[in-house]
């Protein structure tokens, strides 16, 4: 499709990625200068501060004005949590579908394919009023708790990572459990001991990217989640920087460095594996 | 699916055993509360549970369940409420049922012009309990026991006298002094107390007085009777209303058909704030998936060129934008796009020596969400580009060249037909997905300025899931959430049709490629 290109042809591209290098990492560069600037206006920035200082992030981890450890650690149990049931349940139901042949399996994966296709955000203010409902009579699963947060979530996520899951156990071939079968062991158990360890790197896939995923959601956070203590990163660090740019932009910008690293830290090293996953039909949310 | 030991056999019974126990406990708590809805729910959930464990053929829905239980109750259930939630008037003044209305306004109280007042000792225990003893204009006494007042004789040795022949205490109660009186004045306020049919209240400080009982339900009339003035307030369209147009507040919510739908359709002010944001929310997808797509697109083409050298470096570098958690990117450009100090405005005035009014301009802002919104989508263009390109068979390439096509025409005559059949249905997709993207838009510009004049809060950038969005949760203008709810349905009707539009344009694209 190439052909060899002449020397100005070669800097042409060169200079026009660039030009792409510099257009992505220019908010990067900006709040990872922020973040070192002593300054905590977003008016006296210089690209490169004249006196680069820890003083935000320390802020960050001492200033009790500042939650942000706190909403950290909410973004990590609820992200972590969601991610790690969410693997477990679709595992198990796209293995159901995967290998047991029962009746109502093509509605069922007919009506799943149809249920996926709905954005759970849009149901937001029925989620709402059913949470405030749980919440008199169950307390602790209700609106403003994490576990509420976290079962919205889940529910969120079973339609289309069991669909995608499925997929995967559709090309494990049979036979592997089979003997194991035979020998007496129950489906369950074979689905345990054999397939799932089989699986590992779909269930990788589906782990990180519903973390990816659930770290960054908004709408529902903002919605279920009332009081900064209870906060996700997300709800968190909006509530932090709005309205006030000119006060917090040093420490918002630490702030955003290191929740962005968090995920950088994943998914640029698992890029290969995560893209594959992505692009395998979804859009990034 | 062999039984297994005696020992898991018992286990599992008596877990069934147990949940079931816990079933109806919760079951008779919500009868008591009315909750109907919920104590079906709990026992076809408890139903199908008892049917899994304890049937063989419900086997494979043993897996299926756990999953299940989280979809249904998360996903589909709030599907079903929202449809219904979109039929009803439910917004800021009609949140209660009917039947909490009622209450409430049985429990309204007024005072008569000439009132019965009593003067009154309070007095309280050791456990804190409260009692009081009003003395009438006409010296009868009475004591409270429990929410009734009774006839006393003050002169029983039970009564201990103090100076003056007030009653200082009785039976381990002491009195208030009126300081305490102060301090437990919100106890005392809530005593209701009954005295043959009137209610005997706190009217002051130092008095309680009778009420009266200010509204009475009638059924069969299906309306509120105003004791006090004697006019009758009929339900009508979520509110008790008086033949002259008058009011009871709250109103209560009614199953209002499609009325919210029509309102969005129809109704003036409403109606034009709904194109106003369909047709940008149209516009905003539609030039984010083009331009995303064509940027994506370039930078993929020189990626795959082979000659470049540091590919991988400048993959990993391009792909930091879709790396970036969203929330944290679209508050960075929020600030960066800030008119009075952010960093791009700075960068224009001094290259060119003026300032844009990014973010509070209408036309400016919704230029800046489309630029931020390129930033973040377009390296999932270019990695879905690379992919296609990629699979571009090399073969076709040759023969092209064999016949003399210039390096253009090979983008415009093979690579463009044959990645567009891969790609089309990801744009559509991408399509899908911006159209709801709430969070730049909320996070950006939160889907201001306002507009002057909307009906509802419709900003300039809001797009139709903010708005709905500041219809339910806005707290200013109050909580729509019939109306939001509407609106939530329509979208999802125009999000299923585009899916439907892809989902037949995969297919036709197939066919294509079938027959290249």
Same mark, same amino acid.
């Given at each position: 499709?190439?052909?060899?290109?002449?020397?100005?042809?070669?800097?042409?591209?060169?200079?026009?990625?660039?030009?792409?290098?510099?257009?992505?990492?220019?908010?990067?560069?900006?709040?990872?200068?922020?973040?070192?600037?002593?300054?905590?206006?977003?008016?006296?920035?210089?690209?490169?501060?004249?006196?680069?200082?820890?003083?935000?992030?320390?802020?960050?981890?001492?200033?009790?004005?500042?939650?942000?450890?706190?909403?950290?650690?909410?973004?990590?149990?609820?992200?972590?949590?969601?991610?790690?049931?969410?693997?477990?349940?679709?595992?198990?139901?796209?293995?159901?579908?995967?290998?047991?042949?029962?009746?109502?399996?093509?509605?069922?994966?007919?009506?799943?394919?149809?249920?996926?296709?709905?954005?759970?955000?849009?149901?937001?203010?029925?989620?709402?009023?059913?949470?405030?409902?749980?919440?008199?009579?169950?307390?602790?699963?209700?609106?403003?708790?994490?576990?509420?947060?976290?079962?919205?979530?889940?529910?969120?996520?079973?339609?289309?990572?069991?669909?995608?899951?499925?997929?995967?156990?559709?090309?494990?071939?049979?036979?592997?459990?089979?003997?194991?079968?035979?020998?007496?062991?129950?489906?369950?158990?074979?689905?345990?001991?054999?397939?799932?360890?089989?699986?590992?790197?779909?269930?990788?896939?589906?782990?990180?990217?519903?973390?990816?995923?659930?770290?960054?959601?908004?709408?529902?956070?903002?919605?279920?989640?009332?009081?900064?203590?209870?906060?996700?990163?997300?709800?968190?660090?909006?509530?932090?920087?709005?309205?006030?740019?000119?006060?917090?932009?040093?420490?918002?910008?630490?702030?955003?460095?290191?929740?962005?690293?968090?995920?950088?830290?994943?998914?640029?090293?698992?890029?290969?594996?995560?893209?594959?996953?992505?692009?395998?039909?979804?859009?990034?949310? | 699916?062999?039984?297994?030991?005696?020992?898991?056999?018992?286990?599992?019974? =008596?877990?069934? $055993? +147990? /949940?079931?126990?816990?079933? !109806?406990?919760?079951?008779? @708590?919500?009868? &008591? #509360?009315?909750?109907?809805?919920?104590?079906?729910?709990? =026992?076809?959930? $408890? +139903? /199908?549970?008892?049917?899994? !464990?304890?049937?063989?053929? @419900?086997?494979? &829905? #043993?897996?299926?369940?756990?999953?299940?239980?989280?979809?249904?109750?998360?996903?589909?259930?709030?599907?079903?409420?929202?449809?219904?939630?979109?039929?009803?008037? &439910?917004?800021?003044?009609?949140?209660?049922?009917?039947?909490?209305?009622?209450?409430?306004?049985?429990?309204?109280?007024?005072?008569?012009?000439?009132?019965?007042?009593?003067?009154?000792?309070?007095?309280?225990?050791?456990?804190?309990?409260?009692?009081?003893?009003?003395?009438?204009?006409?010296?009868?006494?009475?004591?409270?026991?429990?929410?009734?007042?009774?006839?006393?004789?003050?002169?029983?040795?039970?009564?201990?006298?103090?100076?003056?022949?007030?009653?200082?205490?009785?039976?381990?109660?002491?009195?208030?002094?009126?300081?305490?009186?102060?301090?437990?004045?919100?106890?005392?306020?809530?005593?209701?107390?009954?005295?043959?049919?009137?209610?005997?209240?706190?009217?002051?400080?130092?008095?309680?007085?009778?009420?009266?009982?200010?509204?009475?339900?009638?059924?069969?009339?299906?309306?509120?009777?105003?004791?006090?003035?004697?006019?009758?307030?009929?339900?009508?369209?979520?509110?008790?209303?008086?033949?002259?147009?008058?009011?009871?507040?709250?109103?209560?919510?009614?199953?209002?058909?499609?009325?919210?739908?029509?309102?969005?359709?129809?109704?003036?002010?409403?109606?034009?704030?709904?194109?106003?944001?369909?047709?940008?929310?149209?516009?905003?997808?539609?030039?984010?998936?083009?331009?995303?797509?064509?940027?994506?697109?370039?930078?993929?083409?020189?990626?795959?060129?082979?000659?470049?050298?540091?590919?991988?470096?400048?993959?990993?570098?391009?792909?930091?934008?879709?790396?970036?958690?969203?929330?944290?990117?679209?508050?960075?450009?929020?600030?960066?796009?800030?008119?009075?100090?952010?960093?791009?405005?700075?960068?224009?005035?001094?290259?060119?020596?003026?300032?844009?009014?990014?973010?509070?301009?209408?036309?400016?802002?919704?230029?800046?969400?489309?630029?931020?919104?390129?930033?973040?989508?377009?390296?999932?263009?270019?990695?879905?580009?690379?992919?296609?390109?990629?699979?571009?068979?090399?073969?076709?390439?040759?023969?092209?060249?064999?016949?003399?096509?210039?390096?253009?025409?090979?983008?415009?005559?093979?690579?463009?037909?044959?990645?567009?059949?891969?790609?089309?249905?990801?744009?559509?997709?991408?399509?899908?997905?911006?159209?709801?993207?709430?969070?730049?838009?909320?996070?950006?510009?939160?889907?201001?300025?306002?507009?002057?004049?909307?009906?509802?809060?419709?900003?300039?950038?809001?797009?139709?899931?903010?708005?709905?969005?500041?219809?339910?949760?806005?707290?200013?203008?109050?909580?729509?959430?019939?109306?939001?709810?509407?609106?939530?349905?329509?979208?999802?009707?125009?999000?299923?049709?585009?899916?439907?539009?892809?989902?037949?344009?995969?297919?036709?694209?197939?066919?294509?490629?079938?027959?290249?």
């Amino acid at each position: 499709m190439y052909s060899r290109p002449s020397w100005l042809g070669l800097v042409v591209r060169h200079v026009l990625i660039w030009i792409g290098v510099i257009y992505a990492l220019f908010p990067v560069l900006w709040i990872l200068s922020a973040s070192f600037n002593p300054t905590n206006n977003l008016l006296d920035q210089r690209l490169f501060p004249a006196n680069p200082t820890l003083d935000h992030y320390r802020r960050l981890f001492t200033d009790p004005a500042v939650p942000f450890p706190r909403w950290i650690l909410n973004t990590l149990i609820v992200s972590g949590t969601t991610a790690v049931i969410t693997v477990f349940l679709c595992a198990l139901g796209a293995y159901a579908f995967s290998r047991f042949r029962f009746r109502g399996r093509r509605a069922g994966l007919l009506s799943l394919l149809l249920v996926q296709m709905f954005p759970q955000m849009l149901a937001m203010v029925a989620i709402y009023l059913l949470l405030i409902r749980i919440k008199e009579i169950v307390p602790w699963l209700g609106y403003n708790t994490h576990p509420g947060l976290i079962m919205v979530y889940l529910g969120g996520a079973m339609g289309f990572n069991t669909w995608f899951m499925k997929g995967y156990f559709d090309t494990i071939p049979r036979s592997v459990e089979e003997s194991a079968l035979v020998d007496g062991a129950t489906p369950f158990q074979a689905f345990l001991r054999i397939v799932l360890p089989l699986a590992r790197p779909i269930l990788a896939v589906v782990l990180i990217i519903q973390f990816i995923t659930t770290y960054s959601e908004y709408v529902l956070a903002s919605i279920l989640l009332k009081g900064t203590d209870m906060y996700t990163l997300a709800v968190g660090l909006r509530f932090f920087i709005q309205a006030a740019y000119d006060r917090r932009w040093g420490a918002f910008s630490a702030a955003a460095i290191l929740g962005a690293l968090l995920i950088l830290a994943i998914f640029l090293p698992l890029q290969k594996l995560i893209i594959s996953g992505l692009t395998g039909g979804a859009v990034k949310e | 699916m062999n039984g297994g030991s005696l020992l898991a056999q018992g286990l599992k019974y =008596g877990l069934v $055993a +147990l /949940l079931d126990a816990v079933v !109806v406990w919760a079951a008779m @708590a919500l009868l &008591l #509360r009315g909750d109907y809805l919920m104590v079906a729910l709990l =026992g076809v959930a $408890a +139903l /199908l549970l008892n049917f899994l !464990v304890l049937s063989r053929r @419900a086997y494979p &829905l #043993r897996f299926l369940l756990p999953g299940l239980v989280f979809l249904v109750a998360m996903v589909v259930y709030p599907i079903g409420y929202t449809i219904s939630v979109s039929l009803t008037n &439910l917004q800021t003044g009609n949140l209660l049922t009917k039947a909490q209305v009622i209450a409430q306004l049985e429990g309204r109280y007024y005072l008569p012009p000439a009132p019965e007042t009593f003067t009154f000792w309070a007095f309280r225990n050791a456990q804190g309990d409260l009692r009081v003893i009003l003395t009438a204009r006409d010296g009868r006494t009475f004591i409270s026991r429990g929410n009734e007042l009774v006839p006393v004789d003050l002169s029983g040795p039970r009564y201990v006298r103090g100076a003056g022949g007030t009653v200082t205490g009785f039976d381990g109660y002491t009195r208030l002094t009126l300081p305490e009186i102060y301090q437990s004045l919100r106890a005392l306020e809530g005593l209701d107390l009954v005295l043959g049919d009137e209610h005997v209240r706190l009217t002051s400080v130092r008095e309680f007085g009778t009420y009266l009982r200010k509204y009475s339900y009638v059924p069969d009339q299906d309306a509120v009777v105003d004791l006090e003035t004697n006019v009758t307030y009929y339900a009508r369209e979520g509110s008790f209303t008086s033949p002259d147009g008058m009011r009871i507040e709250p109103g209560f919510q009614i199953y209002v058909g499609f009325r919210n739908y029509l309102d969005v359709l129809t109704h003036p002010g409403i109606r034009s704030d709904f194109a106003r944001v369909f047709g940008w929310t149209v516009v905003w997808s539609f030039l984010t998936v083009f331009f995303s797509f064509w940027v994506g697109l370039g930078l993929a083409y020189l990626l795959n060129d082979p000659y470049v050298r540091g590919r991988f470096a400048y993959r990993s570098l391009l792909i930091v934008p879709y790396a970036m958690p969203a929330f944290i990117s679209a508050l960075v450009w929020a600030g960066l796009f800030n008119a009075d100090l952010g960093v791009i405005n700075r960068i224009l005035g001094e290259l060119f020596g003026t300032k844009v009014r990014w973010l509070q301009d209408p036309m400016w802002a919704r230029a800046a969400l489309i630029f931020i919104n390129v930033w973040l989508t377009y390296p999932y263009m270019m990695i879905v580009s690379l992919g296609a390109l990629q699979s571009v068979s090399r073969e076709m390439y040759e023969a092209a060249r064999v016949d003399g096509a210039t390096g253009w025409q090979r983008f415009w005559t093979i690579t463009m037909p044959l990645l567009w059949v891969s790609v089309a249905p990801l744009l559509i997709g991408s399509f899908a997905f911006t159209f709801n993207n709430f969070t730049i838009i909320w996070l950006v510009t939160a889907g201001r300025p306002a507009v002057l004049g909307a009906a509802t809060p419709a900003g300039a950038t809001d797009i139709l899931i903010s708005w709905t969005y500041r219809l339910a949760f806005e707290g200013d203008r109050g909580n729509q959430l019939g109306l939001a709810s509407a609106v939530s349905i329509l979208i999802f009707i125009i999000i299923a049709a585009i899916s439907g539009v892809n989902f037949r344009f995969t297919r036709a694209l197939e066919d294509v490629s079938r027959g290249v």
